[in-house]
T-cell receptor, first 114, second 111 residues
Framework: NAGVTQTPKFRVLKTGQSMTLLCAQDMNHEYMYWYRQDPGMGLRLIHY???????AKGEVPDGYNVSRLKKQNFLLGLESAAPSQTSVYFCASSHRARGPGELFFGEGSRLTVL | GENVEQHPSTLSVQEGDSAVIKCTYS??????FPWYKKELGKRPQLIIDIRSNVGEKKDQRIAVTLNKTAKHFSLHITETQPEDSAVYFC??????????FGAGTRLTVKP
């Protein structure tokens, strides 16, 4: 039982390049989230999903796209990376029982956009 | 928009003293309030949570209090130890299941 796994853990991009972050969870959780962590700004929600095939915008969705084709995977895409997207990205998942409760986080992915 | 305010941003205490971190939220429909601890290089982990039908919850040296009328909740750590040093995040679940986090408090416990 690996929990929540993110790949890659580190990536350096040039402005304008594209990339995809993959999040996988093996706990059969319905809810999945992508957050970014920036100094002094806490964890800000980018997009989230309440089930396979569904996605919703969070607090800071601009410049990102997501897909949830399979229940266990939640992909975060950057179509044209910008320096402002330099951050640490965390994926999380939670069970739906009585509404989402505890979030289980991945180890984080550090992205640098030059 | 809906947000969660967290204070202080940094907190330094002497080992053995207590630490208190406070959060306020704006969405009156919020009903779940977790606290996460993030150590350097590690993933955030849940340390305690409280639901809106409860005013206080305690787990050994950690306690959380909730005042729904005033829309604020607090984390209390007693008898602090150096291993309590970390960044602590409060959060509130909004009406649409979005989980909003505070900006974090960096707690330093001096030996």
């Amino acid at each position: 039982n690996a929990g929540v796994t993110q790949t890659p853990k580190f990536r350096v991009l040039k402005t304008g390049q594209s990339m995809t972050l993959l999040c996988a969870q093996d706990m059969n959780h319905e809810y999945m989230y992508w957050y970014r962590q920036d100094p002094g700004m806490g964890l800000r929600l980018i997009h989230y999903s309440v089930g396979e095939g569904t996605t919703a915008k969070g607090e800071v969705p601009d410049g990102y796209n997501v897909s949830r084709l399979k229940k266990q995977n939640f992909l975060l895409g950057l179509e044209s990376a910008a320096p402002s997207q330099t951050s640490v990205y965390f994926c999380a998942s939670s069970h739906r029982a009585r509404g989402p409760g505890e979030l289980f986080f991945g180890e984080g992915s550090r992205l640098t956009v030059l | 928009g809906e947000n969660v305010e967290q204070h202080p941003s940094t907190l330094s205490v002497q080992e053995g003293d207590s630490a208190v971190i406070k959060c306020t939220y704006s969405d009156s429909a919020s009903n779940y309030f977790p606290w996460y601890k993030k150590e350097l290089g590690k993933r955030p982990q849940l340390i305690i949570d409280i639901r809106s039908n409860v005013g206080e919850k305690k787990d050994q040296r950690i306690a959380v209090t909730l005042n729904k009328t005033a829309k604020h909740f607090s984390l209390h750590i007693t008898e602090t130890q150096p291993e309590d040093s970390a960044v602590y995040f409060c959060a509130a679940r909004l009406w649409n299941n979005d989980m909003r986090f505070g900006a974090g408090t960096r707690l330093t416990v001096k030996p």
